[in-house]
Each structure stands twice: as C-alpha cells, then as structure tokens.
Nanobody, 120 residues
Framework: QVQLVESGGGLVQAGGSLRLSCAAS????????MAWYRQVSGKQRELVAA???????NYADSVKGRFTISRDNAKNTVYLQMNSLKPEDTAVYYC??????????????WGQGTPVTVSS
C-alpha cells in the first residue's frame, strides 16, 4: 500500500509564505515525477509545479518567481515553498507522484489535499 501524506497548509495573509510537504511511503521502488496541483471548488485541478527525479522543474506561469518546488529523494518527499502569496492562490493543494512500485509497475498516486487560504 502506498500513501502520500501532505502537511503545511493553512491560513496566511497576502504577502506571506507557506511551505507544503508531501511524503510518500509504502511499496515504492522509485519515484519519477512529483508535483503539486491545486483546485478551487467548481474549477478544474491545475498544475502548480512539477519536478523530475533528476531535478528538472516546471511551473505554472501564475506562480513563477514566487513558488519553488524541491524534493529529497532519500526521504521520498517533495516540498513547495510558496512566497509572496496572493488571495488567488487560495485552493486545496494536492501532491502527485508517478511511482514505480516494488512489483515493477508504474502508478499515479495523489495525496488527500491540504487547504491553503490567503486573506487579503
């Protein structure tokens, strides 16, 4: 069984910072891409940032220069440092991982979501 457990969400004032963490555990052989998505009620889930196993990153235009994604491969953990937060960043943030399991099959996993609220 595989789990992605997120932490770090909460309420912050505009201009503030938060750091999200997501730890993967279970029958994992290796992790390919890890990413953060976000979703506002009634809208589609959108990619915020992604990072490959080699460390290549990409970001949504709306967060470039403000958010930084990183990962610790030894801990199977991905982070999202969010600075200069804006009210429009308010959403539920979901961790995503493209995993190679011990059974040598690939599978996509999602975390349970952590809410981020930015007040103006």
């Amino acid at each position: 069984q595989v789990q992605l457990v997120e932490s770090g969400g909460g309420l912050v004032q505009a201009g503030g910072s938060l750091r999200l963490s997501c730890a993967a555990s279970g029958s994992i052989f290796s992790i390919n891409t890890m990413a953060w998505y976000r979703q506002v009620s009634g809208k589609q889930r959108e990619l915020v940032a992604a990072i490959t196993s080699g460390g290549s990153t990409n970001y949504a235009d709306s967060v470039k220069g403000r958010f930084t994604i990183s990962r610790d491969n030894a801990k199977n953990t991905v982070y999202l440092q969010m600075n200069s937060l804006k009210p429009e960043d308010t959403a539920v943030y979901y961790c995503y991982a493209d995993l190679l399991l011990l059974l040598r099959i690939t599978a996509d996993y999602w975390g349970q979501g952590t809410p981020v609220t930015v007040s103006s």
